[in-house]
């Protein structure tokens, strides 16, 4: 009875940390954007002027580490969900991949702290090159390689869901859309990582809803 019991938790829990995770993820993506636009030149250097604007990047950094962690308990609880009858290589690939995406996630909120301290040194703004040059490895560890992870991350959870039935085939193919999305488009194409956070609060709020679908007089029938 106790292991049925905790079985109904865990889904409940996979699906409010993705919650968090999501709107995380998103309030970081959106900030930074709008923090610093990814502008060709020097023209995206001009949020160094601006205060407010540093801030804004302040603030999504330290939404960051949160995110992560949220993230990784999300993971944690929706391999939970899957059990043991998880194929062993797409179960590689999904903690291969979102492992990495944390890592990933974490290096271009770092680079982006050293980019905004660099910032607040008085003259910076006569070193633009520099500033482009930080501005620019930012950008390329989350739009290309950490939205790359997620990518392979949705694919797999994807997969896995549908063949065990924890996941209906819509939300499946969602999310190979979501992956698809994500290694063709995102980097070339703005705000397209926001696919990621979306697709995983659709994934969250579907697990949650099956979870208090589920009769809690099943879990007292021995």
């Known amino acids: 009875m106790e292991r049925k019991l905790q ?9 409010l940390v ?4 999501a709107l995380l993820l998103a309030a970081t993506i959106v900030l930074i954007r709008v923090a610093v636009p990814d502008e060709p030149g020097n023209a995206g250097n001009s949020w160094v002027t601006d205060p407010s604007r540093r801030r804004t990047v302040q603030t999504a950094l330290n939404l960051v580490p949160f995110a992560g962690i949220f993230f990784l ?23 291969g991949s979102g492992l990495l995406f944390v890592a990933t996630l974490f290096g271009a909120a770092a680079a982006a702290g050293g980019l905004l301290v660099t910032a607040e040194v008085p003259g910076a703004g006569s070193n633009p090159q520099g500033l482009s040059f930080g501005r620019h490895v930012t950008y390329s560890l989350l739009t290309t390689y950490a939205m790359r992870m997620a990518a392979v991350f949705a694919f797999s959870t994807s ?37 990621f956070p979306l697709w995983a609060l659709v994934v969250s709020l579907h697990i949650l809803v099956a979870s208090f679908r589920a009769r809690p007089g099943s879990a007292d029938a021995s």
């Open 73 to 95: 308990w999300f993971m944690g609880a929706v391999r939970a969900r899957i059990g043991e009858a998880e194929d062993q290589f797409f179960a590689m690939v999904f903690l």
């Open 159 to 195: 997969t896995i869901g549908h063949r065990l039935g924890v996941l209906p085939r819509w939300l499946a193919l969602l999310g190979c859309l979501v992956a698809l999305t994500l290694l063709l488009l995102s980097g070339s194409v703005d705000w397209s990582e926001l696919v």
């Open 7 to 15: 079985a109904l938790r865990t889904p409940r829990a996979a699906g």
């Open 18 to 21: 993705g919650i968090v995770f």
